[in-house]
């Protein structure tokens, strides 16, 4: 019981590090700008992979396996991004998820999504 809560009390910490996280309006509307700019270069090249969630989940980063997060609908490999570790990145298991959330109110959201590689949309 108490190795549960051990697990748990990262989590918390890390959603309260990012819920505390803010940016201003215009740096928001660029980076929505950038990313909408993103999507709209993912979804006219053929090549792009579509990815469900549930298919997603299976790129977690777990025991070094690829590493992809969804970010506005654009999936992104991590799986060799610096901070990330087995699908960890700041306390967080973010890998197979939709991590929107997680990097809208990042202040370096853009300059990381723009290192990434692009691996596909979501569905």
């Not at 792009?48 to 070094?64: C, K, P, S």
């Not at 590493?67 to 609908?73: D, F, K, P, S």
Request: with cysteine.
């Amino acid at each position: 019981m108490k190795a549960k809560y051990l697990f748990l009390l990262p989590l918390i910490a890390g959603t309260l590090f990012l819920a505390s996280c803010t940016t201003g309006l215009s740096s928001i509307t660029s980076s929505n700008q950038s990313i909408s700019d993103s999507i709209s270069l993912s979804s006219q090249s053929s090549e792009q992979r579509v990815f469900t969630l549930e298919e997603l989940a299976q790129y977690n980063g777990d025991n070094g396996s690829e590493a992809y997060i969804a970010v506005y609908g654009i999936v992104y490999d991590v799986t060799h991004a610096d901070g990330w570790t087995n699908g960890w990145h700041r306390g967080q298991h973010l890998a197979g998820t939709d991590a929107t959330a997680a990097f809208a109110d990042s202040p370096h959201s853009e300059s990381i999504l723009n290192s990434l590689p692009i691996v596909g949309v979501i569905e």
